[in-house]
């Protein structure tokens, strides 16, 4: 089954600065690659997602870059706020089984 | 947007006791899961449903736990007897087709067994 591994446990950025989170999956027929933003004591929040059939896409200060040859996917936060602090987990559907298989979050943290 | 509303959000119970956790799926959605999360920590699979059926279940999907979407009502997770391991988060989601298509996650209820 899908595996999905993220690289980044913690992550400490400047304030304004990018921050980048890498993941890697191990389906290679996994065509969906959500990203989800949990803050301390809340739910998962949606954020983002990428589908097999682009390499990158941007949503304000997010961008998702997929390299389907290389089975990794990146969120890359610009111009970093205190209030991006939070865990991400990344995640891609596991294909030959009907299930959302999670990265173990990266606690990223904004230092003003 | 649509939303996956999770009741309670919080409960406490003794060891031993049954609980069932409710949970409301987005309306048209035809895919439900449960995951468990320990302490803010990794979001475990537990089970998927659909067409009134357990799909798939993992090795934490205790032979305690049950599942059910009785009628179109509620999406329910019912631990029976409870065990002090299963003090967690957990959260509901559904999905209108498959988990290729986006997962809505509800808020979470937040078991804590004593």
């Known amino acids: 089954g899908e595996k999905v591994e993220q690289h980044e446990s913690t992550l400490s950025v400047r304030e304004g600065d990018s921050a980048v989170i890498n993941c890697t999956y191990t389906d290679t027929a996994s065509s969906y690659f959500p990203w989800y933003k949990q803050e301390a004591g809340k739910s998962l929040h949606f954020v983002i997602d990428?589908?097999?059939?682009?390499d990158r896409k941007q949503s304000q200060r997010l961008i998702v870059l997929l390299d389907k040859k290389a089975k990794r996917f990146s969120l890359h936060i610009t111009a970093t706020q205190p209030e991006d602090s939070a865990i991400y987990f990344c995640a891609a559907p596991s294909s030959n089984t009907n299930k959302v298989v999670f990265g173990t979050g990266t606690r990223l943290q904004v230092l003003p | 947007g649509p939303k996956v509303l999770q009741i309670p959000s919080h409960q406490i119970i003794d060891m031993g006791q049954m609980v069932t956790l409710n949970c409301d799926p987005v309306s048209n959605h035809l895919y439900f899961y449960w995951y468990k999360q320990i302490l803010g920590q990794q979001m475990e699979f537990l089970v998927n449903f659909y067409n009134g059926k357990v799909m798939e279940k993992s090795k934490l999907f205790k032979d305690q736990f049950s599942v059910e979407r009785p009628d179109g009502s509620y999406f329910t997770l019912k631990i029976q007897p409870t065990a002090l391991e299963d003090s967690a988060v957990y959260f509901c989601a559904s999905s209108l087709l498959n988990a290729n298509t986006e997962v809505f996650f509800g808020k979470g209820t937040r078991l804590t067994v004593v």
């Open positions: 990428i589908r097999s059939n682009v």
